[in-house]
């Protein structure tokens, strides 16, 4: 019981701190892509699973896509949609570089750098590649469950109808648990 | 007492219903802007890519048919090296094989196609691989070529720093030999366009970094050794094999 509620007051913390960690990593990787975005067309085009020109399309549309859900997730607004284009974009990672290594490429993931080609004698490590974005689709999966975090626009926009009922701190809840609180005197509104 | 409990707590219903449905109309619209803002973002990068995409280029002097390299000798055998001018590997590459590359061009076995490809311009702060691309096209023009990217290799800019600017570009080109129609050349820049049609006519070609070396159409790997092996493998396997 003690620890239901424990965690209970927790999880909105540690949703801050993933759905944080997660803005920052797809801010990141957006940023560093986007000042280059033939070089980010390169990088899709080099795990050559569809054709150069659509490559191309990808490369350019991708680090801006990512930043937007960066920033989404900055702010925390819509961060369930968000967390699940989080999920779908990590999910979509896992397979080309599943693929790549399958297919025995040798190129530079370019997760976070301009990948391409890896130069002659640098042999990729695409386990560990594959082993961060699996920890990546996990923080995702956690904000898709628990979306409700700390400091985020979407419970700010939420509490203008909290005026109506007992002002609680998670009004995002759905169920505020009522039943387990049979101590604490009941406020009536006036 | 016990009724007027049973009031309020409908009340509280009711209220809990609007107030779930207002939510969910309101989460509803919140995802639709932010879907919104994400096809929005897509949008723009599509646009900067389709604005980037180039369509009228002149190719330089010395330019091979497809206008996307620079062809040095006329043997039977093509080598395709496809150089980016800040890129460590294609310098030390360069100080490894190009004496001996020159040499088979030289002695009539080989046709050397070199690709100067504007890839890393994420690598310095004020595009020198595309100004040093269009530069050298430039020196192309004015039949320097060779000359210029030996000047361009010796002078290796470091990454992530600013590159010579294209005034440094100019005065590299008088030591390679090349004057005032050079320098003018290089002020307008008139091979820009040329570069990005290398740099996307490589991409196409599956080249996604540098250096790479093709003998005959073949991924070789980048050393005077294994080219020149390439080279006789290519041209014992197809002796009668024509220049393009």
Redesign the interface.
């Known amino acids: 019981m003690d620890e239901r509620t424990g965690w209970h007051r927790a999880q909105p913390w540690v949703s801050l701190l993933v759905r944080l960690g997660l803005a920052g990593i797809f801010l990141v990787a957006g940023g560093l892509k986007v000042t280059d975005l033939a070089a980010n067309g390169r990088a899709v085009n080099a795990y050559q699973i569809m054709s150069y020109d659509a490559a191309m399309v990808v490369g350019a549309v991708q680090p801006f896509v990512e930043i937007v859900v960066g920033l989404l997730l900055l702010v925390g607004l819509a961060t369930r949609l968000a967390a699940w284009l989080s999920a779908g974009m990590m999910v979509a990672f896992i397979a080309g570089i599943s693929s790549a290594w399958a297919r025995g490429l040798n190129i530079d993931c370019g997760c976070f750098s301009k990948g391409g080609q890896l130069p002659p004698g640098v042999t990729p490590n695409y386990l560990p590649e594959i082993f961060r974005d699996v920890a990546f689709l996990a923080m995702a999966i956690f904000l898709i469950i628990y979306p409700v975090s700390r400091f985020s626009l979407d419970a700010r926009l939420d509490r203008p109808f909290s005026a109506g009922v007992p002002a609680e701190d998670d009004v995002l809840e759905e169920d505020s648990d009522e039943s387990t609180d049979h101590t604490a005197p009941r406020r009536e509104r006036a | 007492m016990s009724s007027r409990k049973d009031q309020?707590a409908a009340a509280?219903m009711v209220?809990?219903q609007i107030?779930k449905e207002?939510?969910r109309k309101?989460t509803m619209w919140?995802?639709i802007?932010?879907?919104a803002?994400?096809v929005i973002?897509?949008l723009?990068?599509?646009g900067?890519?389709a604005g980037?995409k180039t369509t009228d280029y002149t190719a330089p002097k010395g330019a091979n048919a497809a206008g996307n390299g620079i062809s040095t000798g006329s043997g039977p055998v093509v080598v395709d090296e496809y150089v980016d001018f800040l890129c460590p590997?294609c310098k030390s590459f360069h100080d490894e094989a190009s004496a001996s590359i020159a040499q088979l061009a030289a002695d009539g076995k080989i046709t050397l196609v070199t690709h100067p490809v504007a890839?890393?311009?994420?690598?310095s702060t004020n595009r020198y691989s595309t100004r040093s691309s269009a530069a050298s096209g430039c020196a192309a023009e004015y039949g320097k070529f060779t000359e210029f990217s030996n000047v361009l290799f010796a002078n290796q800019p470091a990454e992530g720093g600013a590159g010579p600017s294209d005034d440094d570009l100019i005065v590299l080109g008088k030591q390679a030999g090349l004057g005032d129609d050079f320098a003018q050349c290089v002020r307008d820049k008139r091979f820009l366009t040329w570069t990005s049609h290398v740099?996307e006519e490589a991409?196409?070609a599956?080249?996604?970094?540098t250096p790479?070396v093709l003998v005959n159409g073949k991924p070789a790997?980048?050393s005077a050794a294994q080219i020149a092996a390439a080279v006789a493998a290519a041209a014992g396997a197809n002796p009668s094999a024509s220049t393009s």
């Open positions: 309020n509280r209220r809990d107030a207002q939510r309101r919140i995802s802007a932010a879907v803002a994400l973002a897509g723009i990068g599509w900067i890519y980037n590997h890839y890393l311009d994420g690598a740099s991409g196409r599956g080249v996604t970094g790479t790997q980048a």
